[in-house]
Nanobody, 124 residues
Framework: QVQLVESGGGSVQAGGSLTLSCAAS????????SGWFRQAPGKEREKVAT???????SYADSVKGRFTISKDNAKNTLYLQMNSLKPEDTAMYFC??????????????????WGQGTQVTVSS
């Protein structure tokens, strides 16, 4: 049974930073495509960032230059470092793992495993 356990969410003021973590069991980040998504109330889930088996990354335009996705293969943990947070970053953040590679852009339905979500709230 694959399990993704997220941590690191919280409430910060605009301009602050948070680091999210996603520890996996029964899954290996070193092999497949994984990433972070977020969903605000009343909005669709959107991709924040992805990372492939070779640690190549991609980002949504809205977070580019502020967020960094990374992974520690030895710890089998995925991270999202969020800097210069804005109120519009407020959302539930989910880590996601696919059994596919990142040879192309993957849709949410192509991520087989999801974390439980961790809330990030950014106040003005």
């Amino acid at each position: 049974q694959v399990q993704l356990v997220e941590s690191g969410g919280g409430s910060v003021q605009a301009g602050g930073s948070l680091t999210l973590s996603c520890a996996a069991s029964g899954y290996t980040y070193s092999t497949y495509c994984s990433g972070w998504f977020r969903q605000a109330p009343g909005k669709e889930r959107e991709k924040v960032a992805t990372i492939d088996s070779l640690a190549r990354t991609s980002y949504a335009d809205s977070v580019k230059g502020r967020f960094t996705i990374s992974k520690d293969n030895a710890k089998n943990t995925l991270y999202l470092q969020m800097n210069s947070l804005k109120p519009e970053d407020t959302a539930m953040y989910f880590c996601a793992a696919s059994r596919l590679i990142c040879a192309r852009e993957l849709g949410p339905n192509e991520y087989a495993y999801w974390g439980q979500g961790t809330q990030v709230t950014v106040s003005s």
